[in-house]
């Protein structure tokens, strides 16, 4: 069992930064990998990025590649979202999720956070 708890969220002019993070509580985060998501008003959840249960390997939505960066510290049970250049377009709540693959669909994760809210303004 996974318990996630994301904080970090805020409101930010366009081309300002947020960094999102991402608790968790469990034995088993140590071998989850994790992946943020994102979700806008009337819109799908979309994947953002992803990262393996070593940290060795990441992945990136289109639409944030060169811009957010994923990262974990294990050893403080704890994934982060490094978001640059935002813009208007990225406004959504942000989720963090576990689960045994890092991949772009939200079947593969099988913990939920209850998000975090991100606003960008133009």
């Known amino acids: 069992q996974v318990q996630l708890g994301e904080s970090g969220g805020g409101l930010v002019q366009a081309g300002g930064s947020l960094r999102l993070s991402c608790a968790a509580s469990?034995?088993?985060?140590?071998?989850?990998?994790m992946g943020w998501f994102r979700q806008a008003p009337g819109k799908e959840r979309e994947f953002v990025a992803g990262i393996s249960w070593t940290g060795g390997s990441t992945y990136y939505g289109d639409s944030v590649k060169g811009r957010f960066t994923i990262s974990r510290d294990n050893a403080k049970n704890s994934v982060y979202l490094q978001m640059s250049s935002l813009k208007p377009e990225d406004t959504a709540v942000y989720y963090c999720?576990?689960?045994?693959?890092?991949?772009?669909?939200?079947?593969?994760?099988?913990?939920w956070g209850q998000g975090t809210q991100v606003t960008v303004s133009s």
């Open positions: 999720a576990a689960g045994a693959l890092a991949a772009d669909s939200t079947e593969t994760y099988h913990y």
């Open positions: 469990g034995r088993t985060f140590r071998r989850a990998a």
